[in-house]
């Protein structure tokens, strides 16, 4: 089992880093494959905070994997395997500390677009639809409230920004990044990916209001869908007990790490301040809540 204290973050001299991202560390394993590693790193407003969620990385893999397995006959995707014993000598002598976090997966070419789905009026969407009432480029009905379902999901594609906030954009402007035909594919595999997670959540309690995928090109060409999917970091989840149009909802995972931070005289600029042990632990509580949820197991 992982040791009780999180891991906030990994380093081995034996493997190259390619990329720290704000929760993963990505090491080159050869040629085609990379090691992609979930930390217990939280961030919240856009900051790192400097407090671990204890076993939020093993959340993040596991769900992840029941997504990838769950959504095969939708799309290819990039995870070989997250077992250990399967990976290859040099991963495996980090054994105890990698176990539960790690997933070895096929390494591509990210295409540089964030592939967003909404099904629910939320977040940059609310704000663009209360500016200009679209999203992207989609005309909406001009009556619709905070949280609303939208009348069909709808792919919102955004940068990747390296730094700061993505920015949505056009599906005009995402064919003039990577061509008319990748784009249509990617829409239309984003959207079949979001109506059949979130048929599946929706009858477990969980509303996915909008999520985020990422696809790259495997090295034999093919375009496989790539990074974590359908965690709580990639999307938003709402209890659908507790849904309600017309506010804000609360979200499934952090909302206390958000009421937290909200309590104290803090900017929202780095460096962001420690949480106390009873919000990081609440939180833990969560993200094992949403897995056991959406899975029908425990982890
Ligand atoms: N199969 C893959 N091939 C290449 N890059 C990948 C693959 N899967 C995920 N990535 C990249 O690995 C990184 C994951 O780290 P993460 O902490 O999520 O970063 P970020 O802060 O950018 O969200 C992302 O940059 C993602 O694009
Ligand atoms: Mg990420």
Redo the contacts with the bound molecule.
Sequence with gaps: MSALSPVNQTSFTDLELV?R????D?YAVDAER?L?VATDRISAFDCILPTQIARKGEVLTALSRFWFERLAHVTPH?LLTTDIAQMPEQINRHAEELRGRSML????E?FPVECVVRGYLAGSGWKDYQRTGEICGHKLPPDLREADKLPAPIFTPATKAEEGHDENISEARMREIVGTDVTAHLRDTALALYRAAEAHAHARGIIIADTKF?F?RAQNGEIIL???VLTPDSSRFWPASEYEPGRAQSSFDKQYVRDYLETLDWDKRPPAPPLPPAVAAATTARYFEAYRLLTGHEL
Aim: net charge positive; proline share 0%.
């Design positions: 990329r991202g704000k929760v993963r990505v990379l992609i990039h997966v096929r390494r591509t990210v990422e790259g790539i990074d974590e």
